[in-house]
């Protein structure tokens, strides 16, 4: 008896303390702690916030590959489950749901400008267009490639489609018909992301040869080569003038693992880069220019960061971590203070631009 009850007294204190951590797990999986981040120079470089941030139902079943803005209200997104989702990044609800390909979605969506239709690349070597007040089917199939398609880029007046493949060829689409209307063919050229210049006939696009490439679209021709890059070019975004383009960096250990400005005008040279990252830098954004007083632009990467950089200077200017989110792996646009981050392990972030201690992120809710 003498024995049970020291047994006992033992184990009152396990059970106890063991109802506690499971209360705390479960606060602690809404919260956000702060901590600071010190490189060997001892410059701080990044800021977690403490911030609460609310958990809608989730969008996808399994890792989001990409998400895209339909407007300010509504984001496209797409994943290795094979859906195409809209949802409504403002009340947390699923607008649409769309099943057509076979296999999972892959790093490109592309949305008609002023418009609620939209295309999905997939890996079943497809492309699909899709419209949010039409039926959940398909309204037009573009199939043209032998391998998965990596890169949509939708034309200024949305008449034509840019899609470009592993495949080492880019198509050139008539959007009314359904039509190819262009080939062209590269050796080695692996697209990784497609890009339509506004206001131009010109596409921007990034391979796996670590060539950035500009085509005219008047005969899908190249009209320019960037200087080659050392690792793997994985993304390409245009500014909103047309005057300037990012490009993306593959990369470990902070090798690579950059963002690279470019000027699209006359010279045609690399202003500036964005060194910080330590993994694959896999999205950027140009950030709308009421966010700051200066140019800014957004990265994110498979290191779990999304960082804030001054496009003139290069300098970092803040970094957000979303611990346990696994590689992110697509950056868009909501509205004017409003990121989508989608990532491997938890859906898609949003993040929201905050003035309050100078330009910072913080996350806001996940779905």
Not at 39 to 62: C, L, M, N
Not at 215 to 223: C, E, H, K, M, T
Not at 251 to 264: K, V
Not at 321 to 326: I, N, P, Q
Request: proline fraction near 3%; aromatic fraction near 8%; include cysteine.
């Amino acid at each position: 008896m003498l024995l049970l009850r020291c047994q006992l007294k033992r184990a009152l204190p396990q059970q106890v303390l063991c109802g506690s951590c499971a209360v705390m797990g479960k606060l602690q999986s809404k919260l956000k702690h702060s901590t600071y981040k010190y490189r060997p120079d001892g410059i701080i470089e990044e800021r977690i916030q403490t911030k609460a941030f609310q958990e809608y139902s989730p969008a996808h079943v399994d890792t989001v590959s990409v998400v895209a803005a339909l407007n300010s209200d509504l984001c496209v997104s797409g994943g290795k489950d094979k859906a195409v989702v809209v949802y409504n990044w403002k009340t947390g609800n699923v607008v649409k749901r769309f099943r057509g390909h076979d296999r999972e979605i892959t790093k490109q969506i592309a949305c008609v400008p002023k418009s609620n239709q939209f295309f999905s690349a997939s890996r079943d070597r497809t492309v699909m267009m899709w419209d949010l007040h039409g039926s959940s089917q398909p309204r037009q199939q573009f199939s043209g490639h032998a391998m998965v398609v990596t890169g949509l880029a939708v034309s200024p007046d949305s008449s034509q489609l840019c899609t470009g493949s592993r495949d080492n060829t880019l198509l050139l689409w008539d959007v009314g018909t359904g039509r190819c209307v262009e080939r062209a063919s590269v050796s080695r050229n692996l697209v990784t992301h497609l890009c339509w210049v506004p206001r131009e006939p010109y596409i921007l696009q990034t391979s796996e040869d670590k060539t950035i490439r500009l085509w005219d679209s008047r005969g899908l021709q190249v009209a320019h080569i960037f200087p080659i890059k050392q690792h793997i070019q994985t993304y390409c975004e245009v500014s909103e003038d047309g005057h300037k383009c990012i490009s993306c960096s593959s990369g470990f250990g902070g090798e690579g693992c950059e963002a690279t400005l470019w000027d699209l005008r006359q010279t045609r040279n690399r202003i500036c880069e964005y060194k910080g990252h330590f993994q694959t830098v896999a999205s950027c954004v140009f950030l709308p220019r009421a966010l700051a007083l200066m140019p800014v632009i957004a990265t994110s990467s498979h290191d779990c960061n999304v960082k804030i950089w001054n496009q003139d200077t290069g300098a970092c200017l803040f970094t957000l971590s979303l611990d346990g989110s696994g590689p992110l792996t697509s950056l868009a646009i909501g509205d004017t203070i409003s990121l989508l981050c989608a990532s491997f392990s938890r859906g898609i972030h949003l993040l929201r631009v905050d003035h309050s201690q100078g330009l910072q992120l913080r996350e806001v809710a996940a779905f």
